[in-house]
């Protein structure tokens, strides 16, 4: 970047140097620049002067030819010297006009009418005004063909092309009268190329004028041009009629849809209507039917009663059992048996009774065992399908449960209640789990770490006593409801033993009667960030530790004290080849269960 920087400076420091000591020169007119040629106007020599800057380059070519052919000084019969510079300006003339960039100079040094027209619409046709006007300023068009203003009756996207192309117009004029220094005058090469700087600046200046002027007249164009306000008018007429026409079809659609719910509704209606008319009829007919029976089974009992009541057959009381019991069929039908044994023999409508009596209550003790038994089919489907539609416990449960034993102790009112609220208020995603699953759960967590002291305990003790076998190891599972989380016990000091992960089982029975096992008790330090492993976040370590690895484990447990802090645990695993950190934990665990196995079996 300092190149740069360090000719821009040369730059403004030439520009500074020879402003002062280079003397202006007043521009030259365009006369004065056409004299340079030494007969005057090329295309008058060449005559060209009807086409002038119409003239293409081959129309320049011909005409050279053929003046050429006539003036050659081998042509000519006089022995003067006119015949020889007639030729030379011809020669001169075919020369500067050939080139494409010396004839741009001289038809930038052309006369022009740089104008632009005064327009009033109510008097002046606006095609007789402009339509010169842009015929006149195309001859400056970089591109070739430039588009015409056209005639009334040029289509709309002939109009829109010739705006787009003028308001974009790209000129060639040069403006060399603008220049104020004469470059072949200059002493040496920085001052020619200082005073063709300054040109420059002047031309491009010239230039801004120049687009500017053509702007002006574009717009000025643009703004009475009939064509374009007649196809705004169309354009602006067009979207009012299709705005009408939308709010047209809005307004129908509507009208379509409120017909159409109101035929619903009132079809609705009549179907209302018509199902509460058939409704009150069948009501009404029920009720015919409801009171005709009652009063046939009312005259069917007030029967049976004076029949039992006549001879004595029946007490009162199995009586009225019977007749609560009998449907109508069987009343009248017992009614005319007991009517026909009674005419034979008293004795024979008593059996009868006593028979009817005896096969009803036996009846009934059947329909009290069946709903019993169905009932408890009922209630173990229910606990079926919850059991069976509940998810496991998740890590985030499990916590939540130990905070829970915590919060709520023994002795709460509705402790299994409340803890299961914490719970399904805590949880995500909540399985809104109920009294009994927490009760159940306690109870398996509480016989989980039962078995695995035992197993630990037993398994360090020297003694001939057999230990119950260890549980298995869990299977290792992606899954977040069943993969254990390992928390770091609190190291506490370097001599100091975990304390014990279990709390004594409170003898306090929940809401529902049944005793209320122990929870996991929390050891979590207020200071420290990881707490001893509950049962609910426990890994069972692995049953096979070589030599190596205790002798590791005991090594990083000196190295690494309690006053590591949380990190303790991570970095002891990282010493011990082959273990994790919750083995590692628990083999500590395991130890120190051992040892206190050990001190009581000495102390008994």
């Given at each position: 970047?300092?190149?740069?920087?360090?000719?821009?400076?040369?730059?403004?420091?030439?520009?500074?140097?020879?402003?002062v000591?280079?003397?202006?020169?007043?521009?030259?007119?365009?006369?004065?620049l056409?004299?340079?040629?030494?007969d005057?106007?090329?295309?008058k020599?060449?005559?060209?002067?009807?086409?002038?800057?119409?003239?293409?380059?081959?129309?320049?070519?011909?005409?050279?030819?053929?003046?050429?052919?006539?003036?050659?000084?081998?042509?000519?019969?006089?022995?003067?010297?006119?015949?020889?510079?007639?030729?030379?300006?011809?020669?001169?003339?075919?020369?500067?006009?050939?080139?494409?960039?010396?004839?741009?100079?001289?038809?930038?040094?052309?006369?022009?009418?740089?104008?632009?027209?005064?327009?009033?619409?109510?008097?002046?046709?606006?095609?007789?005004?402009?339509?010169?006007?842009?015929?006149?300023?195309?001859?400056?068009s970089?591109?070739p063909?430039?588009?015409l203003?056209?005639d009334?009756?040029?289509?709309?996207?002939?109009?829109?092309?010739?705006?787009?192309?003028?308001?974009?117009?790209k000129?060639?004029?040069?403006?060399?009268?603008?220049?104020?220094y004469?470059?072949?005058?200059?002493?040496?090469?920085?001052?020619?190329?200082?005073?063709?700087r300054?040109?420059?600046?002047?031309?491009?200046?010239?230039?801004?004028?120049?687009?500017?002027?053509?702007?002006?007249?574009?717009?000025?164009?643009?703004?009475?041009?009939?064509?374009?306000k007649?196809?705004?008018?169309?354009?602006?007429?067009?979207?009012?009629?299709?705005?009408?026409?939308?709010?047209?079809?809005?307004?129908?659609?509507?009208?379509?849809?409120?017909k159409?719910?109101?035929?619903?509704?009132?079809?609705?209606?009549?179907?209302k209507?018509?199902?509460?008319?058939?409704?009150?009829?069948d009501?009404?007919?029920?009720?015919?039917?409801?009171?005709?029976?009652?009063?046939?089974?009312r005259?069917?009992?007030?029967r049976?009663r004076?029949?039992?009541?006549?001879?004595?057959?029946?007490?009162?009381?199995?009586?009225?059992?019977?007749?609560?019991?009998?449907?109508?069929?069987?009343?009248?039908?017992?009614?005319d048996q007991?009517?026909?044994?009674?005419?034979?023999?008293?004795?024979?409508?008593?059996?009868?009774?006593?028979?009817?009596l005896?096969?009803?209550?036996?009846?009934?003790?059947?329909?009290?065992?069946?709903?019993?038994?169905?009932?408890?089919?009922?209630?173990?489907?229910?606990?079926?399908?919850?059991?069976?539609?509940?998810?496991?416990?998740?890590?985030?449960?499990?916590?939540?449960?130990?905070?829970?034993?915590?919060k709520?102790?023994?002795?709460?009112?509705?402790?299994?209640?409340?803890?299961?609220?914490?719970?399904?208020?805590?949880?995500?995603?909540?399985?809104s789990r109920?009294?009994?699953?927490?009760?159940?759960?306690?109870?398996?967590?509480?016989?989980?770490?039962?078995?695995?002291?035992?197993?630990?305990?037993?398994?360090?003790?020297?003694s001939?006593?057999?230990?119950?076998?260890?549980?298995?190891?869990?299977?290792?599972?992606?899954?977040?409801?069943?993969?254990p989380r390992?928390?770091?016990?609190?190291?506490?000091t370097?001599?100091?033993?975990?304390?014990?992960?279990?709390?004594?089982?409170s003898?306090?029975?929940?809401?529902?009667?049944?005793?209320?096992?122990?929870?996991?008790?929390?050891?979590?330090?207020?200071?420290?960030?990881?707490?001893?492993?509950?049962?609910?976040?426990?890994?069972?370590?692995s049953?096979?530790?070589?030599p190596?690895q205790?002798?590791?484990?005991?090594?990083?447990?000196a190295?690494?004290p309690?006053?590591?802090g949380?990190?303790?645990?991570d970095?002891?695993a990282?010493?011990?080849?082959?273990?994790?950190?919750?083995?590692?934990?628990?083999?500590?665990?395991?130890i120190?269960?051992?040892?206190?196995?050990?001190?009581?079996?000495?102390?008994?």
């Amino acid at each position: 970047m300092e190149p740069p920087m360090q000719e821009t400076s040369m730059e403004e420091e030439a520009d500074e140097r020879f402003a002062v000591s280079v003397p202006k020169h007043k521009p030259k007119s365009k006369a004065e620049l056409r004299s340079r040629l030494s007969d005057g106007d090329p295309y008058k020599l060449l005559e060209l002067d009807g086409l002038r800057w119409r003239a293409s380059a081959e129309d320049i070519k011909r005409a050279y030819r053929r003046l050429a052919l006539k003036h050659h000084p081998d042509k000519q019969q006089t022995t003067d010297d006119s015949g020889d510079a007639m030729f030379k300006a011809i020669t001169e003339a075919f020369e500067l006009l050939y080139d494409v960039k010396k004839r741009r100079e001289f038809d930038s040094l052309d006369e022009f009418d740089d104008s632009i027209p005064a327009f009033d619409p109510e008097s002046d046709d606006f095609i007789e005004t402009f339509a010169p006007v842009f015929e006149r300023n195309s001859r400056w068009s970089e591109l070739p063909h430039a588009p015409l203003l056209g005639d009334h009756s040029s289509s709309f996207d002939q109009v829109a092309a010739f705006y787009n192309f003028w308001f974009d117009f790209k000129t060639w004029r040069d403006f060399a009268d603008a220049d104020e220094y004469q470059p072949e005058d200059a002493s040496f090469r920085e001052e020619r190329r200082w005073m063709e700087r300054q040109n420059e600046k002047l031309r491009a200046k010239k230039r801004k004028e120049e687009k500017a002027r053509i702007t002006r007249l574009v717009q000025l164009a643009y703004g009475h041009d009939p064509r374009v306000k007649a196809h705004l008018v169309a354009q602006k007429e067009q979207k009012t009629k299709a705005k009408m026409e939308r709010a047209a079809r809005v307004q129908r659609e509507k009208e379509q849809e409120a017909k159409v719910e109101s035929d619903r509704l009132a079809q609705e209606q009549r179907e209302k209507e018509e199902a509460a008319l058939r409704e009150k009829a069948d009501a009404a007919e029920r009720k015919k039917q409801k009171e005709k029976q009652q009063k046939a089974v009312r005259k069917a009992r007030a029967r049976l009663r004076a029949v039992c009541k006549a001879d004595s057959l029946c007490e009162d009381e199995p009586t009225e059992m019977l007749c609560n019991r009998l449907s109508l069929e069987r009343l009248e039908s017992l009614c005319d048996q007991l009517e026909a044994a009674r005419a034979v023999h008293v004795e024979d409508a008593k059996r009868l009774i006593a028979a009817e009596l005896e096969a009803e209550a036996k009846l009934e003790d059947e329909e009290k065992t069946k709903s019993q038994a169905d009932a408890a089919s009922a209630a173990d489907a229910t606990k079926a399908r919850a059991s069976v539609t509940k998810p496991p416990w998740t890590e985030n449960e499990l916590g939540l449960l130990t905070k829970a034993a915590n919060k709520f102790p023994g002795g709460v009112p509705s402790r299994w209640l409340k803890m299961a609220e914490f719970i399904n208020h805590l949880a995500s995603p909540c399985n809104s789990r109920t009294e009994e699953e927490v009760i159940v759960k306690v109870k398996s967590l509480r016989a989980e770490v039962a078995l695995k002291a035992t197993h630990a305990a037993g398994k360090q003790d020297p003694s001939p006593a057999p230990s119950p076998p260890a549980p298995p190891a869990p299977k290792k599972s992606t899954s977040s409801a069943t993969t254990p989380r390992v928390v770091t016990p609190n190291p506490g000091t370097a001599d100091e033993e975990p304390k014990p992960a279990m709390r004594e089982s409170s003898t306090v029975a929940p809401t529902g009667g049944s005793p209320r096992p122990a929870m996991p008790a929390s050891t979590c330090s207020s200071k420290n960030t990881e707490a001893a492993p509950t049962p609910a976040a426990e890994t069972t370590a692995s049953e096979e530790w070589s030599p190596q690895q205790q002798r590791s484990l005991e090594q990083a447990l000196a190295k690494f004290p309690a006053s590591v802090g949380a990190e303790r645990w991570d970095r002891i695993a990282e010493c011990v080849v082959g273990k994790t950190k919750a083995e590692c934990v628990i083999r500590f665990q395991q130890i120190v269960a051992a040892l206190k196995a050990k001190r009581a079996a000495a102390g008994k």
